[in-house]
């Protein structure tokens, strides 16, 4: 009886497991909007300014395999939109960075308005096409306003 336990257990684990797993992979890359909108400064990223219509925010570490290709995504998209800037921080040497974002992954990507306020944030790495509209939709508030 303890062996059948046993194996009902395992199986059991194992289930959790693969479910976890394809929860986890099912987030990756999906805009998130419902978040804390901060107005983000560019002198706490090291940088001058931020981009007249949007900057993409990437962090990224030394080690991660994913963040160069990303890097390249993320810098191209930015060269096809006028007002778009792109700042790669690598957290790897700077964990308060990392903390004040809640960084768990890298990549991970926000996308900020004019203003420097947080609108979307990817964790790994950000649909291209997803990125594109939301461009296309802070362009559209901008041109708006």
């Given at each position: 009886?303890?062996f059948?336990n046993a194996l009902?257990?395992l199986?059991?684990l194992?289930?959790?497991?693969?479910a976890?797993?394809?929860?986890?992979?099912?987030r990756?890359?999906?805009p998130?909007?419902?978040?804390?909108?901060?107005v983000?400064?560019?002198?706490?990223?090291?940088?001058?300014?931020?981009?007249?219509?949007?900057?993409?925010l990437?962090?990224?570490?030394?080690?991660?395999?994913?963040c160069?290709?990303?890097?390249?995504?993320?810098?191209?998209v930015?060269?096809?939109?006028e007002?778009?800037?792109?700042?790669d921080?690598?957290?790897?040497?700077r964990p308060d960075?990392?903390?004040?974002?809640?960084?768990?992954?890298?990549p991970t990507?926000?996308v900020?308005d004019?203003?420097g306020?947080?609108?979307t944030?990817?964790?790994?790495v950000?649909n291209?096409?997803?990125?594109e509209?939301?461009?296309?939709?802070?362009s559209?508030?901008?041109?708006?306003?």
């Open positions: 009886m303890t059948g009902i257990g199986a059991v194992l289930a959790v497991t693969v976890l797993g394809v929860f986890v992979q099912w990756q890359g999906r998130r909007r419902h978040i804390p909108h901060e983000v400064q560019p002198t706490r990223l090291g940088a001058e300014s931020l981009g007249q219509t949007a900057t993409l990437q962090f990224s570490t030394e080690l991660c395999s994913r160069p290709g990303v890097h390249r995504t993320l810098a191209a930015a060269d096809r939109h007002g778009v800037q792109h700042l921080i690598d957290v790897t040497h960075i990392a903390k004040h974002f809640h960084i768990m992954q890298t990507t926000i900020l004019r203003e306020v947080v609108q944030r990817f964790g790994g950000p291209r096409d997803v990125l509209l939301e461009l296309n939709r802070l559209g508030e901008t041109a708006n306003v």
